[in-house]
Structure formats: C-alpha cells, structure tokens
C-alpha cells in the first residue's frame, strides 16, 4: 500500500466467485502437504508456527490471469524486480484456529536442485483469498520501522490478490469461525545484486 512502511498491493476481482470455487476444486486434488516448516525434505510440523493444510499443484491458466496483476504491482510499486519463474501453487486451507506465524517467504540462500528454480531467489509473494464466510484469519505485516505498530491487511475479499515483497514480514492470523481457502504462491528471479 502506497504512504506506507509497508509495501503492498490489493488487486479486487482477479477471479470470479466460480473460478474461486473450481480453483479450490482443482487444489484439493493436488499433492497433499501437512503443513510443513521449512525446505519440505523431512517432517517437520509445528503448529505453534503453522496450522495448515497445504496442496501443491500447477496451472497455466491460473498464473496467465496472475501474471498481469504481479507485473503491475512490480511496476506501480517501483520495486522493479527482475522476476524470471513462478512457484507451484499452494492452496492453503485454514480450519478453525488454523493460522500461520510471523515469517518471511524468502530463503537466505537460492534454490539448489536439479528444477528451473535452481539459483533462483523468491522475490515478490501473492495471496487469493478463495472464499467468504469465514472470520478471522486476517494478514498482518509487521513494520520494517522498528517501534511501529503491524498493519492489519483490509479490503481482502472472494477473488482479490494481495502481493508484497517475498522479505516482508507477515502472517495470518487465526480463523475463529468457517475455513479459509488462499492460493499463494512466489515468482522468482536471479539473487539480488
């Protein structure tokens, strides 16, 4: 959000109310993820920090309608990242008291596989909020000015995109009622310079 320690953007109507519903669909079809912390090579579940369901998968109709909206973000925001690879992408189910700690979405070192996201840094971060009829499970950025208050995230409805800088410190606070479905997901690029 512009006039802001913090940097973000809020784009509304990314997708349609049935979009959401098939998205969430085609998700829980994907591959099924506890809720791990971490690189995801052992279990490693800690609920304190996150509880969550996760399920990966990949679409390119999906990112085709994402990726104007994250290239705009890059540009209103000036960040003007060099992205070049985005992630699978995570439909995160929150159940009542599901919630995700403070974190950050970018590693201290870049990926190091045999996949196209070798070398590779994660740069700009996007949630969809996939559904309605939930409360609770607010984002929340802390403030990169030490003393300040964090920043409760409003204005996220059914469809709308959030996207911030992947270093932004954030989490989602705990669902009291309903379940909440976001699709999340990080676009790339080479290690900052």
């Not at 290239?71 to 009542?96: D, G, K, M």
């Not at 950050?104 to 996949?115: A, E, I």
């Not at 840094?121 to 969809?128: G, L, M, N, W």
Request: with cysteine; hydrophobic share 30%; aromatic share 12%.
């Amino acid at each position: 959000m512009l006039n802001s320690p913090v940097s973000y953007i809020i784009y509304n109507d990314i997708f349609t109310p049935g979009e959401c519903d098939k998205i969430i669909e085609q998700g829980l079809k994907g591959n099924y993820d506890p809720g791990n912390i971490g690189d995801h090579t052992e279990q490693n579940i800690n609920k304190d920090i996150r509880d969550t369901e996760l399920y990966f998968f990949n679409d390119q109709e999906i990112i085709g309608k994402i990726a104007p909206a994250v290239n705009a973000a890059n540009q209103e925001n000036n960040w003007n990242f060099e992205l070049t690879h985005a992630e699978s992408f995570q439909l995160t189910v929150y159940s009542e008291q599901g919630h995700y700690n403070w974190h950050v979405d970018s590693h201290p070192s870049p990926y190091n596989n045999d996949g196209p996201l070798n070398g590779l840094v994660r740069k700009i971060s996007f949630s969809v909020i996939l559904n309605d009829g939930f409360e609770g499970g607010q984002m929340e950025f802390a403030s990169p000015i030490p003393n300040q208050p964090t920043q409760l995230v409003e204005g996220l409805t059914k469809g709308s995109i959030l996207i911030f800088p992947s270093y932004t410190a954030h989490k989602v606070n705990a669902v009291t009622k309903g379940q909440r479905y976001s699709l999340v997901s990080w676009i790339c690029g080479n290690p900052w310079r």
